[in-house]
């Protein structure tokens, strides 16, 4: 895979036209790492000097982005998403063609705080669940979200939330909520990813991040739940319909 040392086009042009080409072909696929320095270096048989040239104009075209300390990585295009969607995760990334998968960092019981339960209309110190999750589109994070339920109107939702992939599925086969007909309320802000946020979401720390507090009506305006969610603003774009 050595470049042409008598062309006319110089080398750094010639690899990022490799690398480009490797990301439209699959080689490189969005969200992938990119060999380090030193196997470009051997395996394109140039300096490290043509690598960080072509590397840095990559990464300024939007194509490639450095992580402190991880390495060089294929930037993931932005995904756009309808302000006024309340349809579940699991919905959504299915509508783009991609594979949902979620890993649960703490679903128990917990104590409603005030913030929570002005939310959720019920009496500070109600159960309610405590669902926090990390949400991954193809393979890849994408969101936290950390929700919560009120154990008083969805008892037994604790040991049932396992039963389905999508908790809107619980929902809507156990409980009877019509979420085709719900609505919401959001609220966005951006923050900056601390250090579980760049754990979870393998951004870095400091990354900005939409923080979106959403909560969900059903057809009679009774609050379903609140739904806190942070997203790399690198991944999303939103969009509102007017």
């Known amino acids: ?55 840095s104009e990559l990464a300024d075209e939007g194509f490639l982005e450095r992580k402190q300390g991880k390495g060089t990585f294929v930037k993931r295009s932005k995904m756009a998403r309808e302000l006024i969607n309340v349809n579940g995760f699991t919905d959504f990334s299915k509508q783009l063609g991609k594979n949902p998968s979620k890993k649960t960092i703490v679903c128990e019981e917990a104590k409603a705080d005030k913030e929570i339960a002005e939310s959720l209309q019920i009496p500070a110190g109600s159960p309610v669940l405590k669902l926090c999750r990390v949400m991954y589109i193809d393979q890849e994070p994408f969101l936290i979200d950390l929700a919560h339920y009120s154990l008083e109107r969805f008892p037994n939702l604790l040991e049932r939330i396992h039963e389905h992939s999508s908790s809107y599925q619980v929902l809507e086969n156990i409980y009877n909520i019509d979420i085709k007909n719900s609505t919401s309320k959001k609220v966005i802000t951006a923050i900056q990813a601390n250090h579980e946020d760049s754990e979870h979401l393998d951004c870095e720390i400091g990354e900005t991040l939409f923080n979106i507090y959403k909560t969900v009506y059903d057809k009679d305006q009774v609050p379903i739940h609140t739904s806190n969610f942070k997203v790399p603003a690198s991944l999303v774009a939103f969009t509102i319909t007017t």
């Open 1 to 55: 895979m050595k470049l042409n040392t008598e062309s006319s086009l110089p080398l750094y042009l010639q690899l990022k036209q490799n690398i480009k080409d490797g990301i439209q072909n699959g080689q490189y696929l969005p969200g992938s790492k990119l060999p380090n320095e030193s196997d470009l270096c051997e395996i394109y048989g140039i300096s490290r000097i043509t690598v960080r040239r072509a590397i």
